[in-house]
């Protein structure tokens, strides 16, 4: 390197040293006990393949009885999410002051927790398919929507990131959503609610907001807004019921809105395409917008 | 570890295993024999160097001559790809309790046929490329577009999949092509047929169905869905004609939806953004939403 | 091998060959100075751990101090970026006949003055931060936003984008751009000028054209075109003003179109749902589409 170029770096060096001296919150320059982003992305990974053992197997090494390769997955998965819950628990400020010890024990029985309803997050994983298979004619089989429907890839990440969102997870449910979202287009925020036999048929533009509720037997198509109507009042309408309710057996065709958390779209309900859906809707109808007038020319 | 964990991950592994006992299709153990999502991906990518070789080359070796790098890449497509046949075809019924080496044999078969039409699936590359140069004021030179425009490499996988589709292959297309709508927002079925000079611009949650047909010199914006009036009959619809025809030389803009098997558009139409169109529309028709009366205060 | 694959291979190479000798655009065999897509997305990556030392860290190595571990990742980036530079260059019609020197004198100078813009995109991202967390009442804390919201990655890989695109640096810019869409929907061109405190919710399906321009304060959420109104003139319309003017404090809710380069759309409007439109909104205004006649049965 030429003493020319040294001198340049050195310069542009100090420059961003100072910039980072501004004291703003971008500033903050220790990086240790960071999340890993990684890692939770191959927490997912190794989650499915709990979750659908005969479809995605370990390509490092070979096991031969479902026991040890299960065992392995398990503790393999314990272990580093429990060490990016310990990270992420120091966010909360709970445990702002909690001696690292508790903080610990807390992730583990986090962990634990999380663990013991695989079994339920499996369950609602067979109804999905189900619903999956069911309803669209262009599934060739059930194994061509395990291996590439985003909708259930989706709907798998949000029920993982849901269950940890209740057990109090900062952070890292909705790193894991996010990450579904960048995979899919489809964007759930770990706070929803999702029923049973639930179908997303090409998924990009979708998104369900934190407060939705949604029943049991709900078909979502493309470009799907379950939203807020208004976010002006930002963080002081934290926590608030914002997004829709949506009952049992709802069909929601592409590209429509419905908005706000007083909206209800009762049982057995369909929205047509388009429709801009702003106050509940009840049990039974069909909605749809008027023929729109066409300028043919 | 310590003997507390032991026990605790011994009881979760016998939760889950007991959970796989329950004889749904998730619980399938057996993972012999599975397709790899990644060698497809693999498979994607060296095809587009053999496609594009003076665009995208092999950066693990560096080979003197076109023709010793080409060989290399269509030796390692062709034993991969057969693989990977091999093992879909025995989701097919037809081929279920064939001998495995009549499987090895048609999957040969089948991969030959499929190389054979390299050269036409790059002439209709070429099209695409000049139709997306010439339809795009924001594209510098035809490099970038090779380079970044998702619209090229979601058609670029179509027509391959395509291809592997018209051939029998289960499975696999789809996998193509959902990575493609992965990484581009844009979901056109195997199934779809694209003709020449076909121009996707931006392309963020297109959605092209299955039995759709496009004739040549067809340009779509974001967010078209070229879809079906109604899934309500499921698996009953299968193979059946659900998707438009689009003839030649036909625009469609932003945001507009276009359903129904018995709907044509007829050649040198303009479709306006958001219009939403369910019926058939006669050759030369510009048709737009009439003004949106809006609401000013 | 057997022979019989063997010479199935060789003319398979023959046929593919002789296609490659068409000379067209795509028979470009000669892929010597290569512009890297990988080299590109690393070089975000760690522009990103530059502009946020604390929270996006180095895997590789562990270094002690925040200068060691900036002027590594600064002469790597530096390294690199000339790199791309120095081939892109050639592209460039005011350069396709200088002396390789020149290039690589060029490429130095044109990375020296993207470097001291650091501290400037800096300051914008730590105001977007800012509108992210007082927007989005989902937010749950900053960290949140820095580690998992796709709008903000969007945002900060158009700022490095923006500032090399005014550089003069060709196809790297959009290459970033592009990357960027890929991983999050959305799509802004590195020619868009992006104000202050700029908030994206959600994010997939936005499309901001290249001579857009967005004051100070704007709030976009999904689905949002700020386009053209018509590419029939493709080529022809290149570098003029053809997508729409944003000015301060704005917000343009989901689905909503704003078309051309006359449209102005003033200080301080909102602009509601799945608007559609194509002429100049005056300050303060509050657009929103007349209530759709809903069918119902």
Known sequence: MSEVIETEINELVDLILDDYKKDRFIDRVNNFNQIDKDIIKDIIYKLRQIFLPGFFSNKKY??????????????DVMYNLEKQIVIVLQYDTNFKDSHIENIYEEAHRISLEFFKKIPMIREYLETDLEAFYDG????????????????????????VAHELHLLGVPLIPRIMTEYAH????????????????FFIDHGTGIVIGETTEIGNNVKIYQGVTLGALSTR?????KSKKRHPTIEDN??????????????VIGHDVVIGGNAFITKSIPAGTKVSIK???????
Chains 1, 2, 3 share one sequence.
């Open 62 to 75: 070979h096991t031969y009885t479902a026991k040890n390769n299960l065992s392995m997955l398990l503790e």
């Open 291 to 297: 023929q729109q007038e066409l300028k043919m020319n």
């Open 233 to 237: 009042g930002g963080q002081s309408l």
């Open 136 to 159: 669209d004619p262009a599934a060739y089989c059930k194994d061509e929507i395990v291996f590439s429907y985003p909708g259930l890839f989706a709907i798998m990440v949000n029920r």
């Open 182 to 197: 960048s995979r899919t287009g489809i964007d759930i925020h770990p706070g929803a609610k999702l029923g049973k036999y």
């Open 250 to 263: 709802v069909t929601i065709y592409s590209g429509a809105s419905i908005l706000g958390g007083d909206t």
